[in-house]
């Protein structure tokens, strides 16, 4: 008996242990913009939110009076706010920098009198797909303190939700395109539906460039100075060049073929489906031709994003000399709380390399059927377009806002922060990436976003693309082969599609 | 009236009998029929778009011979099984004729016992999570091969077919023969130790003992258990699922039939779904009655 009561204890421990680990991993997992940042600063910032609760009210009231008359189709009496979301990020951005919320417990609060409760489901297997899916075919039919006021999504399946009637055009809440003159085109551009009506707002953009580490560049081109590594990354031809160089030095360009990835396939010509055809863009075939090149000689990896191989380049160890990332990656994703990381010693550098792109990003969609209109159009108003909010959300959370003027007069050092702890004002710096402002290349990057090609079929296209052309870069497959089985997987996961 | 005086019992057995049977209707006949009906139906989610359900008749069925595809990945669970039964029969009988051995009298057979069926309690997608990390091309096992100087790059185990298809059939091995062990131990404590003793008697060495007693009155437990890892083996899915994420890497061909099954979920593919389901049925059934014919344990011919 007590071997047994042993042997039960030592397997239960060896599994907790095990899950533990999985549970660390899979926290990396989700694609989307990392969780909250670590520094709430509510004491030193008090006023200025009290500002932006002026100027936020009286921006709105004014929207109200004068579209209040589209508005008024739309129920505003429901007593409970129900949010659909897959982690607590959005939260904990309400939390902080709205207004009128109140927490109540861990998945409730109050706006006013009306009760908000927050469904998170993670989005591991696509969990929270298939619980919005689940919920939004029953919106009809539900009892009005259940329907889903507000959802939110990410952009390789938002026009899954967005070309659909389950989602609300924006100018029916009354905002008007005035309200978003200062958010940035592709954010827009991401959850437009086919007939061009805007479905989604979003409080950030996730524009990527390239951090490199400032070692391996002194090492192998003498310099660190972003202006002149710019010149070995400039477009895909010298980047491969590059790639060669550094491979002679003892390091890989990029960690992983799938790093390059987003950037050749946010720079599309057409999209994945044309005509219920699959339709594969030159430029994604561009992306194929180059990697191959690159995993023949030995200058970068073929893992998975996320995966541990991936993630070795985060030390100096790994030998990797550069990543493709937005903003959060650099902050959050690459282990700059461990010690020994070359985030934590300031040894990250950003250049805008090949091609802007890219990555993450969350939005805010209405669903019909909706009974809160006045306070989803308030929260999306108030979030995504309030200059001094999204400052804040800037200076306490590190995000990179969707606001143009905000982001134009911080990354010229117009606009001067400070943090928790600091005792005079300065220009917006990142320590990670050794006391350089990025945020001017993030600003050019974005500006050049071009998304009108995407379609309802982005996630399942990409994620089987890569998958296939693994085996092409490792030699288990010809090209044709690799190409043959991405049309497989496609179909199976569309069935309605052709090739 | 006349009353009978046997007291009737046979209602009770079928008041017993009622809980199986209702549980068996609910949950194992009702949605093997619905299967079979979805089967022939086009039906399925585009997006948040439902298409069908429209009958089409053997159309599914169609599609998946056409494809041809069905075969490489029948043919692939079958090749994963056939790697894991092998070895995982041969370390049972093994462990099982010794643990069951009384002249052997094996000190500490409890904790052995505990220990071999401990890696059935770990659930398997933890069991390939630790693989994965493991074997993965900078895990622990290329660094220690590294260092030990047996290979110099490291040998990227999930993209050989040889070295992914041998990871999925040594982790099942592991995970399933000391379930096996127990069953074949089971067996052979029920043969009479008298015809052991008679055998000793006689002067026949421990492998006539083997072959000549032991194996042969095992035969209606190892039928049951080859049968039983038939059917388990053609229903491999956690394993590979998780250690290939779902790719069955390298070029499908770790893609077991559930796996491919599996794929046709994303969509809420009930149609195909169904027409995989009900070939994987007949595929068992076959199998199954394979198994039970050559082991010659069909008594209806006598």
Redesign the interface.
């Known amino acids: 008996m007590k071997k047994k009561l042993i042997s039960v204890l030592l397997s239960t421990t060896m599994i907790a242990t095990i899950l533990g680990g999985c549970g660390g991993g899979s926290n990396n997992d989700s694609s989307n913009a990392p969780a909250d940042n670590t520094s709430t600063n509510t004491e030193s910032n008090a006023p200025a939110a009290d500002s932006n609760a002026s100027t936020g009210d009286n921006a709105s009231t004014g929207d109200n009076a004068a579209t209040g008359g589209s508005a008024a189709a739309v129920a505003d009496d429901g007593a409970v706010l129900n949010i659909y979301c897959w982690n607590e990020e959005f939260k904990s951005r309400i939390t902080d920098h709205y207004p009128d919320y109140t927490e109540v417990d861990a998945t409730t609060g109050t706006i006013g009198d009306v009760t908000v409760k927050w469904n998170i489901t993670p989005n591991d297997d696509n969990a929270y797909q298939n619980n919005l899916d689940a919920t939004l075919l029953k919106q009809a039919d539900a009892a009005a303190d259940d329907k889903i006021d507000i959802f939110l999504v990410e952009a390789d399946y938002a026009l899954k939700y967005v070309d659909t009637d389950y989602t609300m055009p924006v100018a029916d809440l009354g905002i008007t395109d005035a309200d978003l003159s200062k958010q940035y085109q592709y954010t827009k551009d991401i959850v437009t539906d086919s007939n061009g009506v805007l479905k989604g707002l979003s409080w950030q953009a996730c524009p990527g460039v390239l951090f490199y580490s400032r070692e391996v560049a002194k090492e192998v081109f003498g310099t660190d100075d972003p202006a002149e590594i710019q010149n070995y990354v400039k477009d895909w031809d010298t980047f491969n060049d590059t790639a060669a160089t550094l491979k002679d030095a003892g390091y890989s360009i990029v960690s992983s073929v799938n790093d390059t990835y987003r950037t050749y396939s946010n720079n599309v010509t057409s999209k994945w489906v044309v005509d219920g055809k699959i339709n594969i863009d030159d430029n994604i075939m561009k992306w194929v031709d180059d990697s191959k090149e690159l995993v023949d000689a030995g200058a970068t990896g073929t893992h998975d994003l996320w995966s541990d191989d991936w993630s070795k380049g985060f030390y100096p160890e790994g030998k990797v000399f550069a990543y493709f990332g937005p903003a959060w990656l650099v902050n959050f994703s690459m282990a700059a709380d461990t010690a020994g990381s070359i985030g934590n010693a300031g040894g990250w550098a950003a250049t805008e390399g090949p091609q802007g792109f890219f990555w993450g990003g969350t939005w805010v969609c209405a669903a019909t059927g909706t009974d809160n209109a006045s306070i989803v159009k308030d929260i999306m108003l108030k979030m995504t377009t309030d200059d001094a909010i999204m400052t804040d959300i800037v200076v306490k959370d590190d995000d990179f806002v969707n606001n143009k003027p905000v982001m134009e007069a911080l990354a010229s050092g117009e606009t001067k922060i400070m943090r928790e702890g600091e005792t005079e004002e300065h220009e917006y710096t990142s320590q990670i990436l050794g006391g350089q402002n990025p945020l001017a290349m993030y600003c050019a990057g974005v500006d050049g976003l071009d998304l009108s090609n995407l379609s309802a079929y982005d996630q399942g296209c990409n994620e089987e693309f890569q998958h296939a052309m693994k085996n092409y870069f490792e030699g288990n497959a010809t090209k044709e082969e690799a190409l043959d089985l991405f049309y497989k997987s496609v179909v199976e996961k569309y069935p309605e599609l052709t090739y | 009236m006349k009353k009978s005086k046997a007291v009737r019992y046979n209602k009770w057995g079928y008041i017993f009998l009622l809980p199986f049977i209702i549980v068996y209707v609910v949950f194992q006949f009702i949605p093997m029929v619905t299967t079979i009906y979805n089967s022939f139906f086009e039906n399925?989610?585009?997006?948040?778009?439902q298409?069908g359900p429209k009958f089409v008749g053997l159309g599914n069925y169609q599609k998946l011979f056409s494809?041809g595809?069905i075969w490489i990945y029948a043919k692939n669970t079958m090749v994963l099984w056939i790697m894991c039964f092998i070895p995982q029969i041969i370390l049972s009988l093994l462990l099982g004729a010794w643990f069951s051995d009384t002249l052997l009298k094996l000190k500490g057979q409890?904790?052995f016992k505990?220990?071999i069926y401990?890696p059935n309690?770990?659930?398997a997608s933890?069991?390939s999570?630790?693989f994965f990390?493991l074997f993965?091309?900078?895990?622990p096992i290329n660094s220690m091969l590294m260092q030990i100087g047996f290979i110099s790059e490291p040998y990227?185990f999930l993209?050989?077919?040889g070295s992914a298809r041998g990871l999925i059939a040594f982790m099942n091995c592991l995970m399933w023969f000391g379930n096996t062990t127990i069953l074949l131990m089971a067996g052979m404590m029920g043969i009479d130790t008298s015809l052991f003793e008679a055998a000793e008697v006689d002067g026949a060495t421990s492998t006539q003992v083997f072959f000549k007693i032991t194996l042969p009155l095992l035969r209606p437990i190892l039928v049951y258990v080859m049968i039983t890892s038939l059917i388990g083996g053609l229903q491999l899915f956690d394993v590979p699922q998780i250690l290939t994420?779902g790719?069955g890497?390298?070029?499908?061909s770790t893609m077991t039939l559930i796996m491919f099954l599996n794929?046709?979920l994303?969509?809420k593919?009930y149609g195909?779904a169904g027409a995989v389901s009900v070939l994987l049925f007949i595929i068992t059934a076959v199998l199954s009655l394979i198994v039970f014919k050559v082991t010659g344990n069909d008594k209806r011919k006598g």
């Open positions: 399925y989610m585009s997006g948040l778009t298409i494809d595809d409890r904790f505990t220990v401990m309690l770990i659930m933890a069991f999570m630790l990390t993965s091309d900078g895990g990227k993209s050989n077919t994420n790719t890497d390298p070029m499908r794929k046709h994303f969509s593919n195909m």
